[in-house]
């Protein structure tokens, strides 16, 4: 793909800022992904025990409203 001058630059530019751009349509794998990522939360709920998922429940209220608990790469407290 050949470079593009500052003209053209400049048109890109305005009609990404007037809305005129066209959007570039999803590529499979990122459809295949989306599809994967919406279905693979109800299946794991489903597949989890009650028990299981209180406990599951419990850690992430934790993780939320403790703010001195580690963070997920167990660096300590988060800062605001």
């Keep these: 793909m050949p ?3 500052f003209s053209q630059i400049a048109f890109d530019v305005a009609q990404i800022a007037t809305g005129e751009a066209p959007k570039a349509a999803p ?4 459809d295949a992904g989306r599809k994967g990522g919406r ?14 998922r209180r406990e599951l ?5 934790g993780a939320r409203w403790n703010k001195d608990a ?9 800062k605001r």
């Design 3 to 5: 470079k593009k001058d």
């Design 27 to 30: 590529s499979p794998k990122q």
């Design 39 to 52: 279905k693979g939360g109800v299946s794991r709920m489903e597949s989890m025990t009650s028990e299981q």
């Design 57 to 61: 429940a419990l850690k992430a209220a």
């Design 70 to 78: 580690p963070g997920p790469s167990g660096t300590g407290a988060r």
